[in-house]
């Protein structure tokens, strides 16, 4: 899941009096309120006063609320202005585009644009193909949402939503040098979204979904993904699905147990728990039970989301009803992708020995790791702030990565598998123990062993349109 955490920062312009309070007694009221001061700046001095910039962190907004109302109110101090460290990162926006080569004279204006430039356009026109070679397609993704997903937040639309898909562009730059474009679509029809997404496919070589709502997410990869010809990828489900799968990989066997023995109930059945749940039956996991806010889903049901009827046939083979509680029952796993708090510790004791417990819910686990600390095999979350973190970040750029360097025409379920497993080879056997079984995704490893795996399966299976030059040279598919 994507960390919705973090600390929080603010920079407080104060002017002191000098002689009504000293800097001590300042300090001590912000460490009261909750505050930590981590910079301290001389802005301007007097004879018996001074402006300083006090940058002061929180775990909490309403603890930096809490600092700021009494610096109002402390004899002797005038709040300026207070500047928030997150707007000042986002002004103007996060990323820009710059070109790879300067334009410095006429002749350098000639080929990059008129008259020369004629020449390759014509070449691309001759065979579309050579897009691949001669325009940015070869290393560009598309970030595209339409806001009504937005993680913690909800539909908050196309505007809120820009800045994180900035963000999700920068970390693909970074992480795997992929050129990314945020776009944000003013409209939340799926028609339109789908017409969108294939009028502005040639200029990309994938497309990353971002934040769409479900059940309309489904029918929009779905339809894309047969309709266009370049990998598209919706990472609220299946970035979450790959990193889950990875993590669970070395969970069961930190627990010691087969994935294709274990009982795995997943709670939430969206747009995640869906394509968590593809992934674990491709993975071989035989006896599979979903649980919504109907119950555990069965084929006997019939459900108004088109989606659960397909998941019922497709799982719970004994046909298992009820609430969570009562088909945890002999349960090796639990994956969570629900709601904060409705896990009880009381469920966990009824579930198998040494249970993997995995509670994704953001910000809210559904159940406090703590609480069930000396029951769990292995516990995950979707949090920054606790072992075992399942984050989209460690699969997106890798898997885009590969897809662009061997120019697949999709991403399918093998290129899936081969990520995470790729994902969790990273943690090495002697390292493997219950509060380490995933990567942190500043791990430079994970990127190259991702985008190596997925190569591979993508030439195994069919789907590249190029085999890069040290899988030529290798010879080995």
Known sequence: MKDSLGGKSIILRLELQTEMIHFGQLITVITENGGDVIAIDVIQTGPNWTVRDITVSALEQAQLEAVTGAMKELPGVRLVHVSDRTFLLHLGGKIEMKPKVPIQNRDDLSRVYTPDVARVCLAIHDKQENAYKLTIKRNTVAVVSDGSAVLGLGNIGPYAAMPVMEGKAMLFKQLADVDAFPICLNTQSTEEIITTIKHL?????????????????FE???????????????DDQHGTAVVLYAGLINALKVVGKRIDEVKVVICGIGAAGVACSKILLAAGVK????????????????????MWNWYAQQTNPNQLTGCLSDVLEGADVFIGLSAGGILKRSDVERMAPRPVVFVMANPTPEIHPDEIEDLAGVIATGRSDFPNQINNVLCFPGIFRAALDCQATTINEEMKLAASAAIASVVAPQELNKLYIIPSVFNQEVVRLIRRAVIEAAIRTGVARRMPREFRLEGTL
């Not at 006896?287 to 919504?292: A, N, P, S, T, Y």
């Not at 889903?297 to 459900?303: D, E, I, K, P, T």
């Open 201 to 217: 496919a040639p200029a990309f070589g994938g497309i990353n979904l971002e934040d769409i709502s479900s059940p309309r997410c």
């Open 287 to 306: 006896e599979l039970i979903g649980v919504d806010r109907e119950g555990a889903l069965v084929s006997s049901g019939a459900y108004t989301n088109p």
């Open 220 to 234: 929009i990869e779905e339809r894309l993904r047969s309709e266009l010809d370049i990998p598209v990828f919706h």
